[in-house]
């Protein structure tokens, strides 16, 4: 029987049963389990986090002694003296200089290294910078603070004698770090969203008469822009859960309101790993500052991914 008679006598109720398509096998059905429970534990976990963290945080603002206005405004965070001050701008402001230092280190160097993996690197070299970069990714941020402390950090100010240096610490230091931490992301998912550029957009390009950078350029990074932007996302809300780095670089004990890049200052992250020891008695008003700091993190992360949701909708190019 040839393929269009079996074709057209599929549908029918009298077809032989052995010649009808199967049902879905029974591995696909296990494997459709697998990635619906692995969604289900994903949204479970998150759901478990804010539960966890909404808890002490509303208890933290039942107490008389804690304000909103002073919450979101005060300049003073001192939770632990025997006068405490509520007031967590200092430590917000340590994190956003944070993950700006780390940016305009991340952004420039990561988009570079994607265009050149992507358009102008040779096969062989693809194939060991790629798996190196995501290696890299997984490297543990406590050396990575190591290295900046004992090394970084001296080799910048003795380049830098001219900059009002004032201790150990350094707030632009800890941020150029947190750069080189997340370089590998931006870079990695940057050179995929480029390589999805179709290679039709490319060969009309050189034959207008285009060069290679102009190509890379004016073609594929506009073309790629919503991934570039998840990329960049990605990066900021890995630069702003950064604990160690900013602990150890940065300084875990200086909540001073400063914007002196060479000074250190206490980070949300590190005012979370420094007082989360285990030394403060549960259900205290020291201890619920530490959750009501992770809900405001929590919620920062939550508003940059919401921000670069619409801005990959608005200029996402859709390939036919």
Do not use: C
Not at 46 to 61: E, H, N, W
Not at 195 to 224: D, I, N, Q, T
Not at 270 to 278: D, N
């Amino acid at each position: 029987m040839s393929s269009s008679m079996v074709t057209a006598r599929s549908g029918d109720a009298n077809f032989p049963s052995r010649l009808r398509a199967e049902s879905p096998r029974y591995g696909e059905k296990i494997i459709k389990a697998l990635l619906a429970t692995a969604a289900a534990i994903s949204v479970v976990t998150t759901i478990s986090i804010v539960i966890s963290l909404l808890g002490p945080s509303i208890s933290f603002f039942q107490d008389p002694a804690v304000t909103l206005r002073e919450f979101f405004t005060g300049t003073q965070w001192a939770p632990s003296l025997a006068n405490p001050s509520f007031g967590v701008l200092p430590i917000v402001v340590g994190t956003l200089m944070v993950v700006s230092f780390a940016l305009i280190v991340a952004i420039p160097l990561g988009i570079l290294l994607s265009i050149y993996l992507s358009e102008y690197a040779p096969k062989r070299v693809r194939k060991v910078v790629k798996p190196l970069l995501e290696v890299l990714e997984g490297l543990p941020t406590v050396a990575i603070g190591l290295f900046t402390f004992f090394w970084l950090m001296p080799t910048i100010v003795k380049l830098t004698p001219f900059l009002p240096w004032a201790g150990p610490f350094s707030i632009g230091v800890a941020g150029i770090a947190v750069g080189l931490v997340i370089i590998p992301l931006v870079s990695s998912v940057s050179d995929d969203a480029m390589r999805s550029v179709p290679r039709g957009l490319r060969e009309g390009a050189y034959a207008l008469g285009a060069s290679k950078f102009e190509v890379s350029l004016k073609v594929v990074l506009p073309a790629a822009i919503s991934g570039i932007i998840a990329a960049i996302v990605l990066g900021a809300s890995r630069a702003v859960g950064e604990t160690m780095v900013v602990m150890l670089v940065a300084g875990a004990g200086n909540p001073n309101l400063s914007f002196d890049p060479t000074k250190g200052i206490q980070t949300m992250t590190a005012f979370i790993g420094g007082r989360a020891t285990g030394d403060i008695a549960t259900g205290t008003l020291d201890y619920n500052t530490i959750f009501a700091v992770g809900s405001l993190l929590f919620f920062m992360t939550l508003a940059m991914n919401i921000l670069a949701v619409k801005l990959v909708k608005r200029y996402r190019e859709v390939y036919d």
